[in-house]
């Protein structure tokens, strides 16, 4: 899409929002003007087949989504500790599998400090109860996060977050160096690219 003079330099479209748990993921969408992000579906985290990764990919082109943003956990100093380690590991393995679909969706890493903090919240304050808040709280801190981004693009003019980029598929073959499987990128290769327009190793 063409975009004309004086446009937000950033994706405008339908937009997904993923907050990462060790056990379930929560997944929010927003409409296609990005005004309000709602909670969608809660996933089953599987850590061996990476099938929730899957459904947010399919969720992607079902919508036709033109970017995705992943929660980034820091302190509230900012620190990154094990949690973000394994929100940027997601976000690299849904970079992979657009990459193998041969699709080209943006995936950004967001701070998403106090989003399940929010989120628990604004449900205790909707009446739920807290032993039902397990079965919705992933998404609505998604919707949370999401929220946060297209209001923050919107507000800035431009594009917000980290952006996480596949490398090529394989490497050349040849004597010391072995074809690389379509889903897996080589350790390492998969880099952050910020919006300050540099890009620097994601650790």
Do not use: W
């Not at 919705?136 to 297209?150: E, M, P, R, T």
């Amino acid at each position: 899409m063409t975009e004309s003079a004086g446009a937000a330099v950033y994706p405008q479209g339908i937009k997904l929002g993923v907050d990462v748990g060790t056990v379930r993921v929560g997944v929010a969408i927003c409409d296609r003007d990005e005004i309000l992000a709602t909670p969608h579906k809660t996933l089953d985290r599987n850590v061996k087949k990476n099938s929730d990764v899957r459904v947010i990919a399919s969720l992607a082109v079902e919508l036709g989504a033109v970017q995705v943003f992943v929660g980034l956990p820091r302190t509230m100093k900012g620190e990154e500790h094990a949690s973000a380690r394994m929100a940027t590991d997601y976000a690299e393995l849904l970079v992979a599998e657009f990459v193998a679909r041969g699709m080209d969706v943006p995936v950004n890493l967001v701070d998403e400090r106090l989003s399940s903090v929010t989120a628990h919240r604004n449900l205790h304050e909707a009446g739920m109860s807290s032993r039902n808040h397990r079965k919705v709280v992933d998404q609505v801190a998604a919707a949370g996060i999401l929220q946060h981004a297209i209001d923050m693009q919107k507000a800035r003019g431009t594009d917000v977050g980290s952006r996480v980029t596949a490398p090529p598929r394989t490497r050349p073959s040849g004597a010391g160096s072995a074809v690389q499987p379509e889903h897996a990128a080589p350790e390492g290769m998969i880099r952050s690219q910020n919006t300050e327009g540099y890009s620097e190793p994601v650790q």
